[in-house]
């Protein structure tokens, strides 16, 4: 199975700076055929279900905001907010696809 | 646009059955093209992946449950179901029902979530 690890556990960031969460996994979840990472990133602020942000690493789920960026590969990945708005204010998880069982990590918890 | 809809006990005595039902509306499930999945999550953890059902009955559960855990479709009624059989306080958790972005590919990622009901297990 795949184990995601995610850090810092929580972070606090001034309104307007820029935040990075990062995202490991514990084998490769770059399918070589295709040149895809299977790495999803979700939000999830209290009483609401995860909200998907990114896909294959970097592609923006459609109406989310472009200060929200995907990158990394193979094992290693970063969601950044490149300049933190009140309303992001949340949790954020990673979620690979490579294989089943499907795994989320621990979370990171962003604040002001 | 989609919405799912949990619903089903809140609470469930330890040892028991915890069934919940996932209602679908704005799309069919029978139309195919997506699997159907149940993620529950603990207090203060990250989400659990379940397992996923297809239209056609065919199911994919997580192997740390797979013993404990079954899955059904009802396409005439636009809804799927999860039990989880012989439950202890350690299946306490918010459970969503949720899409998964694409049966015919890979993109097992989930874009659209119901907004979760609360299972207690307690005598």
């Known amino acids: 199975d795949i184990v995601m690890t995610q850090s810092p556990d929580s972070l606090a960031v001034s309104l307007g700076e820029r935040a990075t969460i990062n995202c490991k996994s514990s084998q490769s979840v770059l399918y070589a055929s295709n040149n895809k990472n299977y790495l999803a990133w979700y939000q999830q602020k209290p009483g609401q279900p995860p909200k998907l942000l990114i896909y294959w690493a970097y592609t923006r789920e459609s109406g989310v905001p472009d200060r929200f960026s995907g990158s990394g590969s193979g094992t290693d990945f970063s969601l950044t907010i490149s300049s933190l708005q009140v309303e992001d204010v949340a949790v954020y998880y990673c979620q690979h696809y490579y294989s089943t069982p499907l795994s989320f990590g621990g979370g990171t918890k962003v604040e002001i | 646009q989609v919405q799912l809809q949990e619903s089903g006990p809140g609470l469930v005595k330890p040892s028991q059955t915890l069934s919940l039902t996932c209602t679908v509306s704005?799309?069919?499930?029978?139309?195919?093209?997506?699997?159907w999945s149940w993620i529950r999550q603990q207090p203060g953890k990250g989400p659990e992946w379940m397992g996923y059902?297809?239209?056609?009955?065919?199911?994919f559960y997580n192997p740390s449950l797979k013993s404990r855990v079954a899955m059904s479709v009802d396409t005439s009624q636009n809804k799927f179901s999860l039990n989880l059989n012989s439950v202890t306080a350690a299946d306490t958790a918010v459970y969503y029902c949720?899409?998964?972005?694409?049966?015919?590919?890979?993109?097992?990622?989930?874009?659209?979530w119901g907004q979760g009901t609360l299972v207690t297990v307690s005598a």
């Open positions: 704005g799309g069919s499930i029978s139309s195919g093209g997506y699997y």
């Open positions: 059902i297809y239209y056609s009955g065919t199911t």
């Open positions: 949720a899409r998964v972005h694409s049966s015919s590919s890979d993109a097992r990622y989930f874009d659209s």
